[in-house]
């Protein structure tokens, strides 16, 4: 029979080898698979990866992927590290595209230099206010928040339902619910053909580096992460700590939805989260809640989504089948945590030097 | 399984003096970490073995193995003189092993009798009959319980007492207790010990799992001593003395002897009026107390576990909410406010909360991260500073002698002699005129603690107040300028450490009036 037991601390290179491991294991798994399918493994991770890079236009189209997975993922950071499963990102995506949308349809007028900021700073308080909600409700009542969250991005998601279908519909697309598309002074200029939102996500990845590292604010979301009494204990006031690290959490999440409409979209659609808000907590939490951890895995991220396309298109492979491929690694680089702090034992072995340790 | 195994004892009826438990050679490893080194352990039928050894000594780790928690690396257990594979607590049960844990494994809505009888094979009996089973064994061993009684309605010692029985209605003939007196009062404790003698003559054997010398002296027939995982020595408990079992504890001479300076300038500082405090549950947690603390000494606060000390400190701390009365310093009323509140008024407050790695430190921070805990918010900006932190930790770790890989090291990675000499040496290095430790060297081997009584000492010398809620009342005795003693929330007396006698402490905690 095997067992399960706690292993020693390991360091960081034992940590790094064991998830490279996982990596490796998850490609050959996912190899088996495609084996299975008749396509030869090998051709479709290289097209993966040339799929990704092999023009100017893939890479452009890579980072345009990447962009809205890193910007989440780092809001999902700084709730994660107070241990407050927020999982509500797909919403606070979405309230930050719909504030920002409001300004978007109804300012046209306004110039980019004046519509941007206004843009940006409704996506955060769009997002930022959707995730206070369950914060309010966790401080003051005690109400669970990865329930909590979960649910309000149905709510928001609805809303854009209501929003192309109602008030905001395109009265030009022929009675097809849609959302009109930006004036130009609402949409993203490209800086080296890619939507400017990558500048804004590389700032931001600074940012919430320096925020977590090095300010008074970082550190009370670490000791109210670790030990609510200890912040207590320490002076902090715990109530006011979880407010505002959430409301900033939902605030980056807002930005993402805001980049989303402006840059890529270039209108509202109920797509514009698309799922972002869930993998970003994956992004997140394989990065350690490192925000430059973030940046590589998103990187990563984008390389599989962007490839399997291409993937898609060259063998005929369904979508399906890439997603297929995209949690088998996501399988293994999770479970590989489990190895991280646990191995396995064999009783029988045991037993056996246990006897002959006696017979000696 | 564990019925097609016939019990040992009933099959052959064990003889007194025989072995009735033989370990030999046992080694455990976790990790790189051996937690048990090729340990011997022996007990006897109609024997009663004490297991000394300091905290991460491997006794646990041993008496796990006997219940079949964990499984020896290498070396042989025979139980009644037959070699034993224990895979699993029901082997154990089934071999004649009955184990008494520190934290009791009791069905709390169940009555005694239910609780006793759960898990035995066979069929079920008849509430009556079972009545009277039970309490023909209590009659056996001088025990005294209502079967009927459901165990929340228990008293700790009451508790431990359906334990015990659960052993003896199994018929199981070998008894382990780990630490049984920690949650006993004096009187409590000399009664499980009568128990024990009986259950000795009755030919059982005892191995009993403690760290207080004077128990062990007490109650055993012989005591087997372990050190850091490593087997040490077992000698006849008639021909040794605190001293020798110290010395082979510790592994060195040690000098038992607490020091208690003379009181310093004796000011009223912190003063507690008619203070009442209500659990979240609405259970009364401390009722109605008054009592002054005092610059240049140390106030002892003793009590059985759970009559309040942990509100009170925390009141005091401003991390519980009070339902009447006040906290005064220095004519302010601390209750009602903050910890960071208490602190702008100028209180320099020093608290050594229980909880080290819960609540008084984060646990996945280093020493640097910690040594701000209090203090990260004092420089004006947004930013931390990590540069004075840092310097402190270090100081700290020359000073203290701190064992740690770098003042970054996570404290939860430290052993618990240097955590909380972190703690108790960041609060020291804050300046306090006030410091509140509760249970401070709790869980720690002699060389931290003598440490830490050396540290509260230097407090009071330097004229600081020092509470010290304690529960090993030699120490306390030893230690404190006045001993407080608090039963269920109440002050049942204030006496003078220096005249005072421990029987008159000991009625004291359980509620009887202070003599005249």
């Not at chain 1, 799922?275 to 430059?292: D, E, K, S, V």
């Not at chain 2, 310093?329 to 790695?357: A, C, M």
């Not at chain 2, 440490?451 to 230690?479: F, H």
């Amino acid at each position: 029979m095997l067992r399960v037991i706690k292993t020693e601390e390991k360091t960081a290179k034992q940590m790094m080898i064991i998830r490279l491991a996982a990596f490796v294991l998850a490609l050959a798994a996912g190899g088996l698979f495609i084996l299975a399918l008749g396509v030869n493994p090998l051709k479709v991770y290289g097209t993966i990866l040339s799929g990704a890079f092999r023009s100017k236009m893939a890479v452009q189209a890579t980072i345009k992927v990447m962009i809205p997975m890193l910007v989440a993922a780092l809001g999902v950071t700084l709730a994660f590290k107070m241990k407050f499963w927020n999982i509500g990102g797909e919403g606070q995506i979405i309230m930050g595209a719909v504030f920002a949308t409001y300004f978007a349809l109804y300012h046209a007028d306004w110039p980019f230099f004046i519509l941007f900021p206004v843009m940006l700073i409704a996506g955060i308080v769009g997002g930022g206010l959707w995730a206070l909600i369950p914060a309010l409700c966790k401080v003051r009542f005690g109400t669970n928040e990865t329930l909590f969250t979960l649910m309000l991005n149905y709510i928001a998601l609805y809303l854009v339902a209501y929003l192309q279908e109602g008030p905001w519909r395109d009265p030009a697309a022929n009675g097809f619910p849609k959302i009109p598309s930006f004036a130009a002074s609402a949409t993203l200029p490209k800086v080296l053909g890619v939507q400017m939102g990558w500048i804004v996500a590389l700032v931001l990845t600074v940012i919430v580096f320096v925020y977590m590292r090095y300010t008074k604010h970082g550190y009370e979301i670490s000791v109210v992460g670790q030990s609510q009494a200890t912040a207590a204990y320490a002076g902090m006031n715990v109530s006011r700590i979880v407010l505002r690290t959430m409301f900033l959490s939902g605030a980056v999440a807002g930005i993402c939805g805001m980049l989303q409409v402006s840059g890529s979209d270039k209108t509202l659609t109920t797509g514009v989260a698309g799922g972002i808000g869930f993998t970003a907590i994956i992004i997140a939490w394989l990065a350690q809640l490192n925000p430059f951890g973030s940046l590589v895995v998103a990187f990563l991220f984008a390389i599989l989504e962007k490839g399997s396309s291409v993937v898609q298109s060259d063998f005929g492979l369904s979508t399906d089948c890439a997603d297929v491929l995209q949690g088998i690694i996501l399988f293994f680089v999770l479970g590989c945590e489990f190895f991280i702090r646990y191995r396995f034992v064999r009783d029988n072995a045991r037993k056996a030097a246990a006897v002959k340790g006696g017979e000696g | 399984m564990a019925q097609q195994n016939t019990t040992p004892n009933q099959a052959e009826p064990s003889a007194v003096g025989e072995y009735a438990i033989e370990c030999r050679g046992v080694t455990k490893r976790f990790g790189t970490v051996v937690a048990n080194d090729g340990v011997d352990l022996t007990v006897r039928y109609g024997e009663i073995l004490a297991l000394l050894g300091e905290n991460g000594s491997g006794k646990t780790t041993l008496m796990n193995m006997l219940s079949g928690i964990y499984h020896p690396d290498s070396g042989s257990i025979r139980i009644a003189g037959k070699e034993a594979v224990i895979n699993s607590p029901e082997d154990s049960m089934a071999l004649g092993i009955g184990m008494i844990y520190q934290h009791f494994k009791l069905v709390d809505v169940f009555t005694a009798m239910d609780n006793i009888a759960l898990g035995t094979p066979g069929r079920r009996l008849p509430a009556r009959e079972l009545r009277t089973k039970v309490e023909g064994i209590c009659k056996g061993v001088g025990l005294t319980i209502d079967p009927a009684k459901r165990i929340y309605e228990m008293s700790v010692s009451e508790k431990q007492t359906v334990e015990i029985l659960k052993v003896l209605y199994r018929g199981q003939k070998i008894l382990i207790l780990d630490e049984p007196t920690a949650v006993l009062t004096p009187q409590e404790t000399d009664k499980l010990f009568a128990i024990l003698r009986r259950m000795r003559e009755q030919g059982c054997a005892v191995i009993i799992i403690t760290h207080k010398l004077g128990e062990v002296l007490d109650i055993s027939d012989r005591v087997t001593i372990l050190r850091r995982g490593k087997y040490i020595d077992t000698v006849n408990t008639a021909e040794t003395d605190e001293q020798q079992l110290t010395e082979l504890m510790v592994g060195r001479p040690v000098s038992l002897e607490i020091d208690r300076p003379e009181q310093g300038e004796l000011n009223s500082i912190l003063k507690a009026v008619d203070l009442t405090i209500r659990k979240p549950d609405g259970a009364i947690a401390v009722d109605d107390v008054s009592f002054e603390v005092r610059t240049g000494e140390i106030l002892g606060v003793a009590g059985i576990a759970g009559s309040g000390q942990k509100e009170l400190c925390e009141a005091i701390a401003g991390l519980y909410p009070a339902e009447k009365g006040a906290v005064l310093y220095r004519k302010e009323n601390l209750i009602g406010k903050n910890p960071r509140e208490i602190s702008r008024l100028g209180v320099h407050l020093g608290f050594v909360p229980e909880d080290r790695l819960g609540m008084g430190l984060v646990a996945s921070m280093g020493m640097v991260g910690n040594m701000m805990l209090k203090t990260y918010d004092a420089p004006k900006g947004p930013f931390i500073d990590t540069a004075p932190a840092r310097e402190q930790a270090e100081e700290l770790v020359d000073k203290l002698s701190i064992v740690t890989p770098s003042v970054d090291t996570p404290v939860r990675l430290m052993s618990g002699g240097n955590v909380q000499k972190v703690l108790l040496g960041r609060e020291i290095v804050s300046k306090p005129s006030v410091l509140i430790t509760a249970y401070p060297v709790r869980g720690l081997d002699i060389n931290s603690s003598y440490t830490v009584y050396d540290l509260l000492n230097e407090q009071k010398k330097d004229n600081v107040a020092v509470v010290y809620v304690g529960e090993d009342l030699d120490v306390l005795m030893e230690l404190s300028d006045r001993i407080m003693v608090l039963c269920h929330g109440k002050i049942t007396g204030i006496v003078d450490a220096r005249t005072a006698t421990k029987d008159q402490i000991a009625r004291l905690m359980v509620g009887g009036k202070e003599e005249a």
